[in-house]
């Protein structure tokens, strides 16, 4: 067995490309946007700006048997004074655990060379959300991680012990629950509330805006980093061309920008049914499954900590969701949402959602 510290391109798209191999016989998985991952493992995202990173795999006579790549976030450890590495975007092929932990051995070792004390897996905000620990018969949504049950004993071997766990809810729309949205959205406007969509004609103004809140909002929520506007320009500008200006809303109150979500449609059901297929070359094919999306991801709300209490969760939410409930949507889910996070817990509840999906984060100590 060997494992080898990647260099070039083309490791890293033959990296990307393995979980073909991993995910052949599985009805659920969806690939990843391979350009996308390609740029954070060789470093060229905006995203990965101020981070090292380094990807891994092992093989065997030339044969990949799982890959690993490590990560040391610099924003993230001086914004909590920390010395922490992350270890993400892991698949494996199943029956090979000496090879597993080889492979988590050198990357734990390569970080320990950068001076960090200890390991986090399978969480670096803007990079990956936790691995599920159950819904192995449903497709993920959009960002979110799937992953092989036999991951959990892979990562426990190599030294790793349960750090947090984390939710993913879902609700399904009625009419009933529809009156409910919109009395959430008038009590928050007679309340001196407005809500407002994102203007695409001024993206730029809007991305910086949604950066500034987001970093305001969640400065003391565990696992975050600062965003920049760069790396925001992602979910803006990047994904630009599917997203619903209605389901991305302000709200402001006194002359400011006090709150702001973030949803759109759950890409996941087509590029899931596009699973093997060369977009490029099926793109009348790919546009008609954009129209058959009945799910949307809410994946990012928040309020500045000052006007919460008021409602404003509730109302940015609610109005997004009925803006997917007037483009006929069946369901909408409410992102991914830490076990001890009441407050988000309880808006997601007050919603109607239900818990669908469990995730779960890993640590192990380096020193």
């Given at each position: 067995?060997?494992?080898?510290?990647?260099?070039?391109?083309?490791?890293?798209?033959?990296?990307?490309?393995?979980?073909?191999?991993?995910?052949?016989?599985?009805?659920?998985?969806?690939?990843?946007?391979?350009?996308?991952?390609?740029?954070?493992?060789?470093?060229?995202?905006?995203?990965?700006?101020?981070?090292?990173?380094?990807?891994?795999?092992?093989?065997?006579?030339?044969?990949?048997?799982?890959?690993?790549?490590?990560?040391?976030?610099?924003?993230?450890?001086?914004?909590?004074?920390?010395?922490?590495?992350?270890?993400?975007?892991?698949?494996?092929?199943?029956?090979?655990?000496?090879?597993?932990?080889?492979?988590?051995?050198?990357?734990?070792?390569?970080?320990?060379?950068?001076?960090?004390?200890?390991?986090?897996?399978?969480?670096?905000?803007?990079?990956?959300?936790?691995?599920?620990?159950?819904?192995?018969?449903?497709?993920?949504?959009?960002?979110?991680?799937?992953?092989?049950?036999?991951?959990?004993?892979?990562?426990?071997?190599?030294?790793?012990i349960t750090e947090r766990g984390a939710v993913q809810y879902q609700v399904e729309f009625t009419p009933d629950l529809a009156d409910t949205y919109?009395?959430?959205?008038?009590?928050?406007?007679?309340?001196?509330?407005?809500?407002?969509?994102?203007?695409?004609?001024?993206?730029?103004?809007?991305?910086?805006?949604?950066?500034?809140?987001?970093?305001?909002?969640?400065?003391?929520?565990?696992?975050?980093?600062?965003?920049?506007?760069?790396?925001?320009?992602?979910?803006?500008?990047?994904?630009?061309?599917?997203?619903?200006p209605e389901f991305i809303l302000f709200a402001e109150a006194e002359g400011q920008a006090i709150g702001v979500v973030y949803s759109l449609p759950?890409?996941?059901?087509?590029?899931?049914?596009?699973?093997?297929?060369?977009?490029?070359?099926?793109?009348?094919?790919?546009?008609?499954?954009?129209?058959?999306?009945?799910?949307?991801?809410?994946?990012?709300?928040?309020?500045?900590?000052?006007?919460?209490?008021?409602?404003?969760?509730?109302?940015?939410?609610?109005?997004?969701?009925?803006?997917?409930?007037?483009?006929?949507?069946?369901?909408?889910?409410?992102?991914?949402?830490?076990?001890?996070?009441?407050?988000?817990?309880?808006?997601?509840?007050?919603?109607?959602?239900?818990?669908?999906?469990?995730?779960?984060?890993?640590?192990?100590?380096?020193?």
């Amino acid at each position: 067995m060997l494992v080898k510290a990647l260099q070039s391109d083309e490791e890293f798209h033959r990296y990307v490309s393995f979980g073909q191999d991993v995910y052949d016989q599985n009805l659920y998985w969806t690939p990843p946007n391979a350009d996308h991952l390609v740029s954070l493992l060789n470093g060229t995202s905006p995203i990965a700006a101020h981070a090292k990173v380094q990807a891994f795999w092992v093989e065997l006579n030339g044969k990949v048997l799982a890959t690993l790549t490590a990560v040391l976030e610099d924003a993230y450890n001086l914004r909590w004074n920390d010395h922490m590495g992350h270890l993400l975007f892991f698949e494996a092929l199943p029956g090979y655990d000496d090879a597993v932990s080889e492979l988590f051995s050198a990357a734990c070792q390569w970080l320990k060379a950068h001076n960090c004390q200890s390991a986090r897996s399978s969480l670096l905000i803007s990079w990956q959300v936790p691995l599920t620990i159950d819904a192995y018969d449903c497709v993920p949504t959009i960002f979110h991680t799937y992953n092989p049950p036999y991951y959990h004993s892979y990562i426990k071997n190599a030294g790793f012990i349960t750090e947090r766990g984390a939710v993913q809810y879902q609700v399904e729309f009625t009419p009933d629950l529809a009156d409910t949205y919109r009395q959430m959205v008038e009590r928050s406007f007679l309340s001196g509330v407005t809500l407002r969509s994102m203007d695409f004609n001024r993206l730029e103004e809007e991305t910086v805006l949604f950066t500034e809140i987001c970093n305001d909002t969640f400065s003391e929520h565990w696992g975050m980093q600062p965003a920049t506007t760069a790396g925001m320009r992602g979910l803006t500008f990047g994904l630009k061309d599917f997203l619903v200006p209605e389901f991305i809303l302000f709200a402001e109150a006194e002359g400011q920008a006090i709150g702001v979500v973030y949803s759109l449609p759950d890409l996941n059901q087509a590029f899931h049914k596009m699973r093997g297929k060369e977009l490029q070359n099926n793109i009348a094919e790919f546009q008609q499954l954009l129209q058959q999306i009945d799910h949307g991801a809410l994946i990012i709300i928040g309020v500045r900590k000052q006007y919460r209490g008021r409602g404003v969760n509730l109302a940015l939410a609610a109005k997004s969701y009925l803006a997917m409930i007037e483009r006929g949507y069946k369901t909408g889910s409410y992102t991914i949402v830490l076990d001890d996070n009441w407050r988000s817990r309880r808006t997601a509840e007050r919603l109607g959602a239900k818990v669908t999906r469990n995730s779960v984060i890993y640590r192990r100590e380096l020193t």
